[in-house]
């Protein structure tokens, strides 16, 4: 079972920020938080992880409380082609027998 | 070159036939993995290989079989196909650990 709660959807506007939340109070100190997205009729693609610290890369940043109970994806200037369902994950890393738990994800619609 | 390739894109078949679907990733990766998504949009794990050697069964009626001739390649057999096979298989891979999965782009699959 997944052990991360995400709205359901969320809409944003084309060139603006969309910021995600995901809620997880129930991770354990070696689990780290992982997003990946699901462009319609594709397969899943990662997009950031982090532990405790806050994350950037070319595609997003992940904001992750002090108390490490839940976190922010944000896509910085979301675009039409981000338009997918987003997939918060607690996991702990380097653990080949640990998969990936998707939840429902958030599905985000950008606008133009 | 496409990391995780998996064959074929689309699979219609009738009821009871045997069917296999290949996976093939070329990222040097120890761990790969099958997953289902049904009708309702859920990714479920079925199977983990790490190093050709089962690590994760979930509950899946025997009447699907992986078998991974080598680290590259994870296929997985279906035999007896039942209406309710149909869904979307993706295949993963993952390094260090299954760290970070990267998925194909997935196999529909409808039976009829």
């Known amino acids: 079972d997944a052990k991360t709660t995400q709205p359901t959807s969320m809409d944003c506007a084309e060139g603006r920020a969309a910021n995600l939340p995901c809620n997880h109070s129930?991770?354990?100190?070696?689990?780290?938080v992982y997003w990946y997205r699901q462009i319609h009729s594709q397969g899943p693609q990662y997009i950031i992880h982090g532990l405790k610290n806050n994350e950037t890369n070319e595609m997003a940043s992940l904001i992750i409380t002090e108390d490490r109970k839940s976190s922010t994806l944000i896509l910085p200037h979301a675009t039409l082609r981000d338009t997918a369902v987003y997939y918060c994950?607690?996991?702990?890393?380097?653990?080949?027998?640990?998969?990936?738990?998707f939840g429902a994800g958030t599905r985000l619609t950008v606008k133009p | 070159d496409t990391a995780v390739s998996q064959t074929p894109k689309y699979l219609v078949t009738q009821m009871g036939n045997d069917k296999s679907i290949k996976c093939e990733q070329n990222?040097?990766?120890?761990?790969m993995y099958w997953y289902k998504q049904d009708s309702k949009k859920f990714l479920k794990i079925m199977f983990s290989y790490n190093n050709k050697e089962l690590i994760i069964n979930e509950t899946v009626p025997n009447r699907f079989s992986p078998k991974s001739p080598d680290k590259a390649h994870l296929n997985l057999h279906i035999n007896s196909l039942e209406l309710g096979d149909s869904a979307v298989y993706f295949c993963?891979?993952?390094?260090?650990?299954?760290?970070?999965?990267?998925f194909g782009a997935g196999t529909r699959l409808s039976v009829l």
């Open positions: 993963a891979s993952g390094g260090q650990g299954g760290n970070i999965q990267y």
């Open positions: 990222l040097g990766h120890d761990t």
């Open positions: 994950i607690v996991r702990v890393a380097l653990a080949y027998n640990n998969d990936m738990r």
């Open positions: 129930t991770i354990s100190g070696n689990e780290y």
